[in-house]
């Protein structure tokens, strides 16, 4: 799956189509466990497809992986202004230091995930009504059609 689904802070800004889901400052894991030290921490999502599912980021910023990958080069940056130094995760602190054909290179391995049989069957990527958690899908294609809704950040 490319993630271990752990909850972490990388100090994702809060812009994108899916800002408004939440009203007003989102702050993660820490909306529903009540502790502090969850703040700002979201779920890693599965890199599985990744090429064909944006916006990138929990309320989407990013439109292409080349802004995602450039993000973390900066050292996580544009960043959220609650999210201090010490509240991010340690490996995204830092600057990579990575050229424009690392970069790109980098971006290739994403796309080398994508499963063309995904790519092939639109279905596999409507968002269902509900999921096994029982949380609602807040945006996308939903299994009653409607276009997604994407802005540019
Ligand atoms: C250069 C290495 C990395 C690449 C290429 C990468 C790639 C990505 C991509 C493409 C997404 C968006 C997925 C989506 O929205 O569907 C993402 C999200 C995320 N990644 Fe990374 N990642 C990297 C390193 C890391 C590291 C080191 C951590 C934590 C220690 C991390 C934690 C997260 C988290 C928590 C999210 C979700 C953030 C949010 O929803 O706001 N990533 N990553």
Request: aromatic letters at 8%.
């Amino acid at each position: 799956m490319f993630s271990k689904f752990q909850f972490l802070a990388t100090g994702t800004p809060q812009e994108g189509p899916g800002k408004d889901v939440i009203p007003g400052d989102d702050t993660g894991r820490e909306e529903h466990t009540g502790r502090p030290e969850h703040r700002y921490q979201f779920r890693v999502p599965s890199l599985r497809n990744v090429e064909l599912t944006a916006p990138y980021m929990h309320t989407g910023p990013f439109d292409t992986l080349q802004r995602v990958v450039r993000f973390y080069n900066d050292g996580a940056q544009p960043r959220h202004a609650g999210v201090t130094d010490d509240m991010l995760e340690v490996a995204v602190r830092e600057p990579l230091g990575l050229d424009d054909d690392q970069l790109m290179a980098l971006v290739e391995f994403l796309k080398s995930l994508t499963d063309p049989g995904t790519a092939l069957d639109p279905t596999l990527l409507t968002v269902p009504a509900s999921v096994p958690s029982g949380l609602v899908p807040v945006f996308g294609v939903s299994a009653s059609g409607g276009a997604p809704k994407r802005t540019v950040w």
